[in-house]
């Protein structure tokens, strides 16, 4: 019995969690747009220092660019969904009978986005978002900038890796 119980668990769950896009579709778009106006205010909050950063002449730091770049991503997205859930809401079957099909795409998009925005919400929070750099313009951080840097100088290759093995 405990196998038959199991199997039966392993259908009814997938078949329960597409159900539940239909059933709760509504809710989905709800949160859907909390969670936006959330990544709204921690995408404000970080616009703020970073251009505070570079009205100090700091560089901004890759990792903080790049989520900048997939908020922009997922907030299309977001608008997206809410755009087409507008139009659902203006092209039902018969006039009055939601369609469960689009009412079943717009759920499990809205879900999903809302789980991205919430990863984006919790990454939001960094303690810098520019990194300190040198006069000359490297990073004090480390020499990725100059690979000779560590070297001296020699205009014979042979001998950089004889002072490469000297200090070895």
Avoid at 60 to 86: M, T
Avoid at 144 to 153: I, S, V
Wanted: with cysteine; charged share 35%.
């Amino acid at each position: 019995m405990p196998v038959a119980s199991k199997a039966a668990e392993y259908q009814v769950d997938p078949v329960g969690q597409r159900c539940s896009y239909v059933i709760y579709y509504e809710s989905y778009i709800r949160q859907l747009k909390d969670k936006v106006q959330k990544l709204r205010d921690a995408r404000d909050r970080v616009q703020d220092s970073i251009d505070e950063a570079r009205r100090n002449g700091k560089q901004i730091d890759a990792e903080v660019v790049r989520w900048a770049k997939d908020v922009e991503n997922v907030a299309n997205e977001a608008r997206d969904i809410l755009e087409q859930d507008g139009r659902n809401k203006r092209n039902c079957c018969c006039k009055w009978i939601p369609n469960p099909k689009v009412r079943y795409h717009l759920g499990r998009e809205a879900r999903r986005t809302s789980q991205d925005i919430l990863a984006l919400i919790l990454q939001s929070r960094f303690e810098e978002v520019y990194y300190e750099s040198d006069p000359d313009g490297n990073s004090s951080d480390t020499d990725w900038g100059n690979p000779r840097k560590n070297y001296q100088e020699s205009p014979n290759p042979i001998e950089i890796v004889q002072i490469q093995s000297q200090t070895i």
